[in-house]
């Protein structure tokens, strides 16, 4: 039998229509026109791949340029892979692994980003390239009225709704004062908002803005006997401050003709459930959302900060990338900064490159690691010295979706 190699190449501008075409089939979906004059325009902003078949494209790939806020150090460079895709003619004939190899070798050819992260249809592709589940979300719904302890302040100021344009003008300065701070998070040109914020949905966005918080959300219609419950469908929260988070979920929770406030991407650690009276009101279910690679781990572990003083030795296994494969001394000084060097010393913990980018941002723990078989300890004590070096205030999040 004769094994099937696709050819991998960098696309250009005139790949574009073979390429869109390939990646919606893929996705089981037809694009508007709005959608394919967005997804043009990063398509141009990034750095694609396809493999072929002879003169057809049968996957692609691409790489968005993303700088996201890191543990201690605020935004930097990572690689956003985006719109990864098949030829639904074309499985099982290697075709995505020809194209992470590409992305990857390339990034490390290149010295370029030494972070990939990217958001995964289905769980359970990209843990056998070396993207580890980085961060979690809750699919939180909350009924209409449910109400606050009397601790929580909500503030005087009022929520005005606003007119998308001027929305903006508030959103964006908000945004860009909570980003630089919060684990996850990603900077934004003016294309990344008008592509996260398109609006050619069933309904129309509204926007509700505080001077130091805002949600987007829309409004799905929804009638009962008992008259309108109409789901409130939260696009995005972003908040400065406990008082004008309290605020805005108020005013959202205190809205008319509606029944509940549903939000698919609340932070594990948001306040909200706290604030109930009853919190069990809050429904919570728990996935997965950022997967991260470290592309190379001597480049990538040194981005962080780290929350406490280590001197381990890492025996790192990668089968994909091989580079990164062997021991490392991974050392943090007392001010959190991190140092990264090959050593011939021995091991105190055997585990994978998978299971540095879960940790990375510190979002997953190492016990669940370690009591799932995926990090071994060879010397007592160094499991739980790598785990104080990872851990962070705040949990990750991720409120882009890429």
């Known amino acids: 039998?004769?094994?099937?190699?696709?050819?991998?190449?960098?696309?250009?501008?005139?790949?574009?229509?073979?390429?869109?075409?390939?990646?919606?089939?893929?996705?089981?979906?037809?694009?508007?026109?709005?959608?394919?004059?967005?997804?043009?325009?990063?398509?141009?902003?990034?750095?694609?791949?396809?493999a072929f078949d002879g003169d057809e494209l049968i996957g692609g790939a691409g790489i968005l340029s993303k700088r996201m806020t890191i543990p201690g150090t605020g935004p930097r460079a990572v690689a956003g892979?985006?719109?990864?895709?098949?030829?639904?003619?074309?499985?099982?004939?290697?075709?995505?692994?020809?194209?992470?190899r590409a992305q990857l070798e390339g990034l490390r050819d290149e010295a370029a980003q030494p972070i990939a992260a990217l958001w995964c249809s289905e769980a359970g592709i990209y843990g056998r390239f070396g993207y580890g589940?980085?961060?979690?979300?809750?699919?939180?719904?909350?009924?209409?009225?449910?109400?606050?302890?009397?601790?929580?302040?909500?503030?005087?100021?009022?929520?005005?709704?606003?007119?998308?344009?001027?929305?903006?003008?508030?959103?964006?300065?908000?945004y860009e004062r909570v980003a630089p701070s919060r684990i996850g998070w990603l900077a934004r040109t003016d294309d990344d908002w008008q592509h996260w914020y398109h609006d050619d949905g069933p309904t129309a966005l509204r926007f509700a803005v505080l001077s130091e918080a805002y949600a987007a959300y829309r409004v799905r219609k929804e009638w009962t006997l008992r008259g309108p419950q109409h789901k409130v469908e939260v696009h995005e929260i972003a908040s400065v401050n406990p008082v004008a988070h309290s605020a805005i979920w108020r005013y959202l929770l205190d809205l008319d003709l509606t029944g509940e406030v549903i939000y698919e991407n609340l932070a594990v650690d948001d306040?909200?459930?706290?604030?109930?009276?009853?919190?069990r009101a809050a429904t919570r279910k728990v996935g997965d959302a950022l997967w991260l690679r470290l592309v190379d781990v001597d480049r990538a572990l040194v981005e962080r900060h780290y929350s406490a003083p280590a001197d381990l030795v890492l025996e790192l296994e990668d089968a994909f990338c091989p580079w990164n494969a062997g021991r490392w001394r991974f050392?943090?000084?007392?001010?959190?900064?991190?140092?990264?060097?090959?050593?011939?010393?021995?091991?105190?913990?055997?585990?994978?490159?998978?299971?540095?980018?879960?940790?990375?941002?510190?979002?997953?723990?190492?016990?669940?690691?370690?009591?799932?078989?995926?990090?071994?300890?060879?010397?007592?004590?160094?499991?739980?010295?790598?785990?104080?070096?990872?851990?962070?205030e705040h949990q990750p999040h991720s409120p882009d979706l890429f």
């Open 1 to 50: 039998m004769t094994t099937f190699t696709p050819r991998v190449r960098l696309l250009d501008d005139s790949d574009f229509v073979a390429f869109h075409r390939v990646v919606n089939s893929a996705f089981l979906k037809t694009a508007t026109e709005a959608e394919v004059e967005r997804d043009r325009v990063q398509f141009a902003n990034g750095r694609f791949h396809g």
């Open 81 to 100: 892979v985006t719109a990864v895709a098949t030829a639904v003619d074309s499985r099982r004939r290697g075709v995505l692994t020809s194209l992470m």
């Open 133 to 174: 589940l980085a961060t979690m979300r809750l699919f939180t719904g909350v009924p209409r009225g449910a109400a606050f302890l009397s601790t929580v302040d909500c503030g005087s100021e009022r929520v005005r709704e606003l007119p998308r344009e001027d929305a903006f003008v508030a959103m964006k300065e908000i």
């Open 271 to 279: 306040p909200l459930p706290h604030m109930l009276v009853d919190h």
């Open 331 to 392: 050392t943090v000084d007392s001010d959190g900064v991190a140092r990264v060097q090959r050593s011939d010393d021995d091991a105190d913990l055997v585990l994978s490159t998978t299971e540095l980018g879960s940790l990375f941002l510190g979002g997953v723990g190492v016990a669940g690691l370690a009591g799932a078989a995926r990090i071994r300890e060879l010397r007592p004590g160094a499991l739980a010295a790598l785990g104080l070096a990872f851990s962070t």
